[in-house]
T-cell receptor
Framework: NAGVTQTPKFQVLKTGQSMTLQCAQD?????MYWYRQDPGMGLRLIYY???????DKGEVPNGYNVSRLNKREFSLRLESAAPSQTSVYFC??????????????FGPGTRLTVL | QKEVEQNSGPLSVPEGAIASLNCTYS??????FFWYRQYSGKSPELIMF????GDKEDGRFTAQLNKASQYVSLLIRDSQPSDSATYLC??????????????FGRGTQLTVWP
């Protein structure tokens, strides 16, 4: 039981290059999330997927696209990377329910540098 | 916009002291509240969850919730150097939301010195 996995762990891009960050979970969760974390800014939600087949914008979606490939996998794509997208990216998953308890489980993160 | 505010710190306490971390939130209908701990270079991990007014204790950790004041806190008793980390407050929106989405504060950096 690996939980939430992300690839790659580190990546360096040049401005204008594209790349896809991969995320997979084996906990049979309905909901998945992509965050970015910058110093002093906390976790900011980029996109989320409440359930397979749906995606919605979060707080900072500009410059990103997502695909919920199936229930397990949720990818984040940078079409034309910019230095402002240098950050640590976390994927997370959770059950989607009205119950008050709704822990999000986080992957190990991807450290992305855009030169 | 659902705001979650935390003192950014850094908060520095000696070993054995009580560390007090605070969080306020803007959405009065918020349902439940989470405290995540994040060590440097690592991903966040859940340490406490609370949804009823009052105190909830788990070992050296106590979460306190006051919905009338829209305030949640985390107390760490007998602080240890291993508690040095950033603590993130997260809030789940009110009833009717099935998304599981959480709103995070910016985090409070805690240092416990020996």
């Amino acid at each position: 039981n690996a939980g939430v996995t992300q690839t790659p762990k580190f990546q360096v891009l040049k401005t204008g290059q594209s790349m896809t960050l991969q995320c997979a979970q084996d906990m049979n969760h309905n909901s998945m999330y992509w965050y970015r974390q910058d110093p002093g800014m906390g976790l900011r939600l980029i996109y989320y997927s409440a359930s397979e087949g749906t995606t919605d914008k979060g707080e900072v979606p500009n410059g990103y696209n997502v695909s919920r490939l199936n229930k397990r996998e949720f990818s984040l794509r940078l079409e034309s990377a910019a230095p402002s997208q240098t950050s640590v990216y976390f994927c997370a998953s959770s059950e989607a329910s009205q119950h008050p308890y709704n822990e999000q489980f986080f992957g190990p993160g991807t450290r992305l540098t855009v030169l | 916009q659902k705001e979650v505010e935390q003192n950014s710190g850094p908060l520095s306490v000696p070993e054995g002291a009580i560390a007090s971390l605070n969080c306020t939130y803007s959405d009065r209908g918020s349902q439940s509240f989470f405290w995540y701990r994040q060590y440097s270079g690592k991903s966040p991990e859940l340490i406490m969850f609370i949804y009823s007014n009052g105190d909830k204790e788990d070992g050296r950790f106590t979460a306190q919730l006051n919905k009338a004041s829209q305030y949640v806190s985390l107390l760490i008793r007998d602080s240890q150097p291993s508690d040095s980390a950033t603590y993130l407050c997260a809030v789940k929106p009110g009833r009717g939301s099935t998304l599981g989405r959480l709103y995070f504060g910016r985090g409070t950096q805690l240092t416990v010195w020996p």
